[in-house]
């Protein structure tokens, strides 16, 4: 059938199985393969897009279901060159490792931010339940997303990694190369 | 503690500067081994078995092949050579080289849930997801063996022909039971680890495509690109004529050093000619793909009245699962590290590893190393309660020293600062909180460890490194590793920036690419900023020493005196750009890269006797932790308030990474602590989705402080250590001695899940007096 | 994996999805799919036909005098976030706290939870707890069942064949009330080891519990009300030693069953554990709104 929808600002109109999950729809036949399969049960966050507005696991919603309705993924948050202050955030950190997580845990993180579901780092924690990373531990996580929502988040680093500089000191609690205990 | 030795100063080594793959990472544009598409491409999946142990009577595929859409659906008839051997080195001739078979798709018998049937390749998922559903397997249901105590028992069903023992290891040293007869205390107790996934984000998942030549060629998430031989013999071909390129890999932990869909994409590619791509799902790779051994530990250990070390008895029995793979090296690391970081005068290790129908065991972040930081650690609680001391007192008494052997008969060759550790930990955790409410408690533990970093020493380690600089003055890394998140190729980019001083955004790697990159080994066993690190690094100096000969003519300066920058060389007042340098060296026949090997240090080779005693690991990496949990004394909920995490790291490359490796691994180890189990009942898989299989989520980690101790010692590339898996091992023991201390309750048996603490606190009196 | 083929409708009434339901035994309906997606890509349903009921005008709450009613497609954010609906039904807003993540809870709803009838239901703690009207629409029209009739075993409900929940009637007690919800689990996100949501109200002292209002989830076949643990606290005085017996009476009460994961002796104990906190929660809000 065909499904028509806005994705990341361009309209589209595909045709898909109605059997297929949006997930399928967005990395098979949109090309969008910034969005991951990491379990399809719902449980990981991996999938998760912005469907108007509000984050959803793309492996649980069927591509019909978002007939008329605007979808944003990840791919779409750098702009003008710049990554999005919490993309900036996240790399900075070492919010990122293997990556896999990344994409959906920044969507979700930013719907928090933006409802006001962020206000202390144990809140920040639970709305990112359900957001599954088996790298980090989650806490540069957790601290990426309080500087976004704190607004300290740099609007100028470049989305190209080609372009971009590394900050030796923008890299977190560790950044000076301390000798000894205790850094 | 040791001064810090940095022979190239410290421009970037040191600096915990943001990851060049990041930047891609965070936007979704890396393509992931899923994310990769040919045209006219096929799709693979595969009929999983039904049944833990089977014989297999018939394999219907006619329905399978009569969907539209399929191209193919093969059995182990089809595949070229279906058996895969493997060496089982251990103390035990039954088994011994090149001996353990396993199969590429079952072949008469299923040996566990989920193995591998039948292989599909369609033209699109829905009809390979239709013809699995319409593969009937005729099944003639065996008795399953589920229990590693009676693997061994005459009457068990044997799983392979050789028998159920797997492998052994049997270590004695001292005079064990007059080492008993001589100590003040004697503590015993038998502990217990579960069967765990690794649970990374990425499923398994690859392409596959015959290339010019011949060349069967795999795109595929793994950390071993020479897996590519494996390939090669399972398709009779020559070693040659397959090759393996892993893009970045969303994690690894173990769970992709044995292979996963490369052999399906290979047959499919070579027997069809058509591109093909297969994904595992979550449920698949739940519940087929290998796991952490369970292990049952029994441990007598004896002190002196100062709560010395006199004596160790310690014996271990590992479940294997249902195919040998790496299994027996397992065991070795579990031998190696039973005693922990302590000196102990009379020890003897009995450690076997046995087949079973559980799903096959192996390789995984601590890699046999830190199941037995449950008992060892353990044991020095225990004995530290029994004979009054401080629990980090009686573990200051006994750590090992440089120059002390480990009971397998390794010197420990580098400084062990886990006093440094252990002063620094204990100081930082300060004042235990207060409990937040009536009928919680809260209690501390501490843990320390040992775990050794690079592959066993007579597999005869290397990595070799491509470096080069372009006309413009751009610098490339050629190297076949596998990057499986941790960091890998971007700690490459800070060693050779540091040396030849172009700043790393101007550096380009190429990695993961077994055909047109130099191989560099595995990314496993805590090796690769090891071994890779210093193959960058050597290839960087001798890069760095042929261009200052060339630049020393054209500064009119030593060679000494020339210094790498951003930029190009300088030396005596005047400078040189990149491109005039090499232009000058392409003059005088100097090339503008080197190819560079590092060679892990020789021991000697390891035999199958029993008297067998040698240096197992190049080195170890050391750290102490410690953590603050709340039990709830009515539901047996452990809430984690606080971790701190120290390791000697030798010299953090880059401290961001470090940080990275140190909190992941504790968040995996807290998870292996409380919740994480794979449940079978009678050899079936109870634990096949992300529901059922609990990995930690933010809210259960607590903050996790890394404490990074740099003694300037260890053999990587400037004395770093490596420590990607170490972090692992002690979040177990330590939060198993927090709850002792919040209840009084000693727990055994991970994970110590609610229903286990409250079970425990019921049969010791309901917690109260507790706190 | 993924679903296998289906077919699909979006009726735009409830009529033309109970025309399209009731002509095709395999069909489902399908509310916001967050459990039941997930079980058609587990293999775990395979419907024929799947009816979206997207369309339908079944959001929205709407207050009567002792009661609040809500639309059957109220998704679970709603509930938990909506300022509204946390001051009139602030159980319902509590629990749905503890359903899934963030995202189910932005695409579930209410009449699809209910309707699924998960043994371990929060929501279908909320709904027994408060009490009230499912309404459930049929090719004859409309009929109401007490809620306390709702659940009719292991995922089943009063909803029958070619019927669809269309919204809930929750009567929310007054001023001398209070909730209590609590909630044990193996981890953020799981399922329920055992949850209690409590509703108690005061006698006219404000010294004692008049009657308090006990469900469970977690420990049946369905979601269900522990009366035992009600008589306990009725007219009493919500002080330790009752909590304590309550915890007793209310795992004596329930009689789950044992799984590979957790034993059902684990289970009565939780069971009582949550019982006594959501009574306890339920009766110190009451006090204090007293």
Redesign the interface.
């Known amino acids: 059938m065909e499904v028509g929808f806005t994705l990341n600002g361009k309209a589209r109109r595909l045709d898909v ?1 109605a059997h297929w999950t949006l997930l399928r729809m967005l ?1 098979d036949i949109a090309g ?10 719902g ?2 966050g ?1 999938c998760a897009v912005l469907v108007d507005g509000v984050a959803m696991n793309s492996c649980s919603v069927l591509a019909p279901q978002v007939d008329g309705a605007t979808v944003e ?3 779409g ?2 702009a003008g060159g710049k ?1 999005h202050p919490l ?1 900036a955030e ?5 919010g ?8 959906g845990m ?1 969507l979700s993180a930013l719907e928090a931010v933006r409802i006001g579901a962020a206000g202390s ?1 144990e809140e ?3 709305s ?15 601290d990426a997303v309080a500087a976004y929502r704190d607004g300290e988040a740099p609007d100028d ?12 000191e ?14 | ?1 040791s001064d ?1 030795e940095v022979e190239a100063g ?1 421009r970037i ?20 081994a ?2 990769f598409a040919l045209p006219r491409m096929l799709h693979a999946m595969l009929k999983r078995s039904d049944y833990a142990h089977a014989r297999l009577r018939g394999v219907d595929v006619s329905a399978a092949e009569a969907i539209d859409g399929v191209v193919a659906v093969y059995t182990a008839a089809d595949v070229p050579q279906n058996t895969v051997w493997v060496d089982v080195p251990g103390q035990t001739l039954e088994v011994g080289a090149l001996k353990a078979r396993s199969n590429v798709l079952a072949d008469e018998v299923v040996r566990y849930h989920g193995e591998p049937v039948a292989l599909v390749a369609a033209e699109s ?2 009809a390979a ?2 013809a699995v ?1 319409a593969i009937v397997v005729d099944y003639e249901p065996l008795p399953v063996v589920d229990d590693p105590e009676h693997a061994l028992d005459d009457d068990a069903p044997d799983l392979h022909e050789s028998g159920n023992l797997l492998a052994h290891w049997e270590i004695e040293e001292g005079e064990v039971e007059a080492g008993f007869a001589g100590a003040a205390a004697v503590v015993e107790e038998e502990y217990r680890t579960q069967f765990i996934d ?6 398994e998942a690859g392409v596959a495509w015959r290339d010019t030549d011949g060349v069967i060629t795999i795109r595929a998430a793994t950390q071993v690109v020479e897996h590519f031989r494996d390939v090669a013999r399972i398709l009779e071909l020559p070693d040659n004529k397959v090759r393996l390129i892993t893009p ?4 690894g ?1 173990g769970g992709k050093e044995d292979m996963t869909v490369e052999p399906y994409l290979g047959i499919v590619a070579a027997l069809t000619g058509r591109p093909v791509r297969m ?1 595992w ?3 698949e790779s739940l519940t087929a793909r290998q796991n952490r051994h369970a292990v049952r530990m029994r441990y007598r250990t004896g002190a002196d009245a100062e709560g010395r070390l006199v004596a160790m008895d310690i014996d271990i029995l590992s479940d294997g699962g249902a195919y040998a793979l790496l299994s027996a090296l397992v065991l070795l690391y579990s031998t190696t590290c039973a005693a922990g970081p302590y000196r102990c005068p009379n020890v003897r290790i009995s450690a076997r590893t046995v087949y079973t129908n559980h799903t096959p065991c192996s390789a995984m972040r601590g890699f046999g190393g830190m199941q037995v930081a449950l008992g060892y650690e353990g044991q020095m609680d225990r004995l530290a309660r029994e004979l009054g001391i401080d629990p980090l007192e009686i573990r200051r008494r006994n750590f090992v020293e440089r120059g002390d052997r480990l009971p397998i008969g390794q010197e420990l060759e580098t400084v062990v600062e886990l006093p ?1 550790l252990v002063e ?1 930990v204990g100081e ?1 955790a300060g004042e235990r909180p207060e409990p937040s409410g009536p009928r919680r408690a809260v209690g501390r533990g501490y843990a320390c460890n040992l775990q050794s970093y690079g592959r066993c020493i007579w597999l005869n380690d290397w990595s070799s490194a491509w470096v080069g600089f372009e006309l413009d003055g751009t610098l490339v890394i050629r190297i076949a590793v596998p990057d ?4 890998q190729a971007s700690s490459l980019i800070q060693i050779a920036s540091e040396v030849l001083g172009v ?3 101007r550096v380009t790697i190429h990695i993961g690419d077994s055909a047109l990159n130099p191989l560099t080994g595995t990314t496993t066993a805590t090796r690769q900023l090891y071994m890779s690190g210093n193959a960058v690094l050597k290839a960087s100096r001798e890069l760095r020493d042929a261009l200052a000969g060339v630049a020393a003519g054209l500064l009119e300066v030593d060679a000494e005196r020339v210094e790498f920058g951003p930029d190009g060389v300088s030396g005596g007042g005047a400078s040189v750009s990149f491109e005039k340098l090499l232009a000058a060296a392409a003059s005088v026949d100097v090339p503008w890269h080197v190819l560079a090997t590092h060679h892990a240090p020789k021991g000697i080779p390891w035999q199958a006797d029993e008297s067998w005693r040698g240096r197992v690991f190049p080195d170890f990496t050391y750290g102490c932790h410690a953590v603050d949990v709340e039990v709830d004394l ?4 452990v809430r984690l308030l606080r971790y701190i995490a ?1 390791h000697d790291v030798g010299r ?1 490359i880059n ?6 490796q140190i ?2 691994a ?3 180890g807290l998870g292996y602590a409380l ?1 994480e189990r794979i ?1 079978f ?1 009678e050899a079936q898989n ?1 634990s096949t ?4 299989y ?8 607590p ?2 402080e ?5 003694s300037g010692e260890g053999m990587g590339p400037f004395n770093a250590r490596g420590i990607g898996e170490p972090p692992i091992g002690p979040p177990a023991p330590a939060v198993a001695a927090a709850i002792h201390d919040a209840c009084g309750v000693a727990l055994t048996e991970l994970p110590f ?3 286990r603490v ?2 425990a606190i ?1 049969v010791a009196g309901g917690g109260d007096g507790a706190g | ?2 679903p ?2 289906f077919d699909y409708a979006r009726p735009d009434s409830v009529d033309e999805a109970l025309a399209a339901l009731a002509a095709n035994p395999g069909a489902r309906p399908l509310a916001g799919g967050q459990s039941l997606v997930p079980m058609m890509s ?1 293999g775990l349903a395979a419907p024929d036909l799947l009816v979206d009921l997207a369309r339908l005008p079944l959001a929205g709450s709407e207050n009567g005098g002792g009661s609040v009613r809500l639309g059957a497609l109220t998704r679970h954010r709603e509930l938990e976030r909506s300022a509204e609906l946390a001051a009139r039904a602030p159980l319902a807003s509590e629990a749905a706290r503890f359903i899934g993540n963030p995202r189910v809870r932005n695409r579930g709803t209410l009449g699809g939870s209910l309707s699924h009838a998960d043994p371990a239901s929060e929501l279908g703690t909320v709904a027994l707890a408060y009490g009230g009207q499912a309404v459930i629409a049929g090719a004859g029209g409309e009929r109401t069942v007490d809620l306390d009739e709702f659940f009719a075993g292991f995922f089943e409900t009063a909803v029958g064949a070619g019927e669809l929940l269309t919204a809930v009637e929750l009567d929310v007690p007054g001023a001398g009330s209070g909730h209590g919800f609590h909630e ?1 689990a ?6 329920a ?1 055992a949850a209690a949501a409590a509703v108690l109200t005061l006698d006219g002292t404000g010294a004692a519990c008049a009657t308090v209002r006990l469900a469970l989830a977690g420990v049946g076949d369905r979601p269900l009300r522990v009366e035992a643990g009600e008589a306990v606290c009725a007219g009493a005085a919500i002080d330790a030693p009752l909590l304590g017996r309550l ?1 007793d009476a209310v795992a004596d009460a329930v009689s789950p069953e044992d799984d ?4 059902a002796g ?1 289970r009565k ?2 069971a009582g ?1 949550c019982a006594a906190r959501a009574v306890e929660s339920a009766w110190t809000r009451a006090r204090e709104a007293a």
Do not use: W
Not at chain 1, 128 to 142: D, E, F, P, Q, S
Not at chain 2, 634 to 637: A, Q, Y
């Open positions: 199985p990395r969008s393969t910034d969005v991951k399969h990491g379990c399809g049960e449980v990981c991996a993924t990840v791919g948050l750098a990554l993309q996240m790399v900075m950190r070492g990122v490792q293997c990556g896999f997580c990344t994409p920044v780092d920040i924690r639970h990112l339940a359900g957001n599954l990373c088996r790298c980090t531990g989650y806490g540069k996580i957790v680093v470049p989305a190209d990694a080609g372009e971009h500089e590394h900050r030796p923008g890299g977190g609690s560790a950044a000076s190369p301390g000798v000894g205990v205790g850094h | 503690m810090v410290s080594v040191g600096a915990g500067i943001a990851r060049h793959d990041a930047v891609e990472k965070v936007q979704g544009q890396t393509v992931y899923a994310d998922e829905d997801l239709a559903d690794h649970a990374y984000l990425e499923p970045y890999v969303g994690g932990f994904v799902s979550r449920q440094a620094a930082r499986i998140g941790g960091g700043p790393p955004q009515d539901t047996g909920g120290g953090a401290p961001v990474s470090v940080e990275g909190e992941g504790v968040a995996m919740s449940v009942e109870l989705t992300f529901s059922q609990l990995i930690p989520t933010a809210v259960e980690m903050r996790i890394s404490l990074v101790l740099e899940t609610p229903e409250a079970t019921a | 994996m993924f296998r083929p587990l044990v193996g981890r953020a996100d799981d399922f080891t915890a590979a994961f957790i034993s684990y104990r939780v554990a």
